[in-house]
C-alpha cells in the first residue's frame, strides 16, 4: 500500500506545474493533500477525481486559504470533516476516510510565523488535537495520519536549527509535544523509523527566500504518523526533490500492509 503526503501551497499552481501528470505514475493508493488553497467550485474534474480515483476534500471558508483533502483508489465507509471545533474547522485543517480497519487522515496544522496570535491559535489547535490524538490511539484500529505538521522535531531535522530555537515551529514547547505524540502516546513518525539518523535527505519544505531550495536550507515538517503496528509494516520512504510542485516536497512511504 502506497500513500504519499503533499502540501501543493495551492493545488491550482501545484496543478499548473505538472502535479497530476506525476501522481498518475505513482500507483498511489493514498495521496494526502494539504494547503489546498481553493473552494469547491474552483476544482476541475481532473482534481476531483484524478487517474479514476475518488476525492474528498475539507475546504477553508476563507477564499485562497488553508484546505485539506484525500485521494483513494477505493471509496471509504466514512469521511470525517473537521475536529467538531467550529474555530478549528472553519480553517480546513482536517479529513479522515474510515475504513473497516484503517483510518487515513490528512491534516494541516497551523503554523505561527506571521505573528503572535497565529502562533497562538497554534497552540490552541495542538492542545485539541493531543485530545484527538488520545482518542484516535483508544479505537483500536490501524491510522496513518499524514500531513505538514509545522514542526521540526529535533535538530537533525533542520538545516539552521541553532538560528531558529526562538522561532515558530522549532519552539520548544512544540517540540516537546510532538516528542509527547511519540512518547506518551506511542505514535510513531514512519519516516524516521526507516530513516533514523537522516538529515538534509529528510527536508520536505524549503522557504521562498533567498537560494535555500538549491542550497538545501530546509525542514522536516511533513509526516506520515502512524500507529504502531501499521508503522513496523513501513518498507521504503521517499521524498520527490526532482520537479518543484509547491514549497514542499511529496513524502511517499510504502507500507507491506493488505490495503482496503
Same mark, same amino acid.
Given at each position: 500500500?502506497?500513500?504519499? =503526503?503533499?502540501? #501543493?501551497? %495551492? ?8 502535479? #497530476? ?11 494526502? #493533500? ?14 476531483? &477525481?484524478?487517474?479514476?480515483?475518488? %476525492? ?50 490528512? $491534516?494541516?496544522?497551523? =503554523? ?8 497562538? @491559535? ?8 493531543? @485530545?484527538? $490524538? ?15 505538521? &509545522? ?15 526562538? &522561532? ?17 502516546? @506511542? ?16 527536508? !520536505?519544505?524549503? =522557504? ?6 538549491? &542550497?538545501?536550507? %530546509? ?13 513496523? !509494516?513501513? !518498507? ?5 526533490? !526532482? ?7 511529496? #513524502? ?9
Amino acid at each position: 500500500m502506497r500513500v504519499i =503526503s503533499a502540501n #501543493l501551497n %495551492g493545488i491550482r499552481s501545484a496543478v499548473n506545474k505538472g502535479f #497530476l501528470p506525476w501522481l498518475a505514475q505513482q500507483n498511489a493508493d493514498f495521496v494526502c #493533500l494539504q494547503e489546498l488553497k481553493a473552494q469547491a467550485a474552483d476544482m476541475t474534474a481532473d482534481m476531483l &477525481n484524478p487517474d479514476g480515483c475518488y %476525492g474528498y476534500f475539507h475546504y477553508a471558508e476563507k477564499k485562497g486559504y488553508s484546505g485539506v483533502g484525500i485521494i483513494a483508489r477505493k471509496q471509504p465507509l466514512q469521511v470525517i470533516e473537521g475536529l467538531g471545533i467550529p474555530e478549528i474547522d472553519a480553517e480546513g485543517r482536517y479529513i479522515e476516510l474510515v475504513y473497516d480497519k484503517l483510518s487515513v487522515i490528512s $491534516l494541516y496544522l497551523p =503554523s505561527g510565523s506571521s505573528g503572535d496570535h497565529r502562533q497562538s @491559535a497554534k497552540f490552541v489547535f495542538m492542545e485539541h488535537f493531543f @485530545a484527538h $490524538l488520545i482518542d484516535l490511539a483508544r479505537r483500536g484500529r490501524e491510522v496513518i495520519l499524514c500531513g505538514d505538521w &509545522n514542526i521540526a522535531h529535533k535538530e537533525i531535522d533542520l538545516k539552521n536549527w541553532k538560528g531558529n530555537l526562538k &522561532n515558530s515551529g522549532f519552539l520548544p514547547e512544540e517540540r516537546a509535544w510532538l516528542t509527547r505524540v511519540f512518547d506518551e502516546l @506511542a505514535w510513531v513518525d514512519v519516516y524516521r523509523r526507516l530513516h533514523p539518523e537522516a538529515t538534509g535527505d529528510a527536508y !520536505t519544505w524549503w =522557504s521562498n527566500r533567498g537560494q535555500a531550495r538549491a &542550497n538545501n536550507v %530546509g525542514w522536516r515538517i511533513d509526516y506520515q504518523i502512524a500507529t504502531a503496528d501499521i508503522a513496523a !509494516t513501513a !518498507t521504503a520512504a521517499s521524498i520527490y526533490k !526532482t520537479d518543484r510542485f509547491s514549497d514542499h516536497a511529496p #513524502l511517499t512511504i510504502d507500507y507491506d500492509y493488505p490495503g482496503v
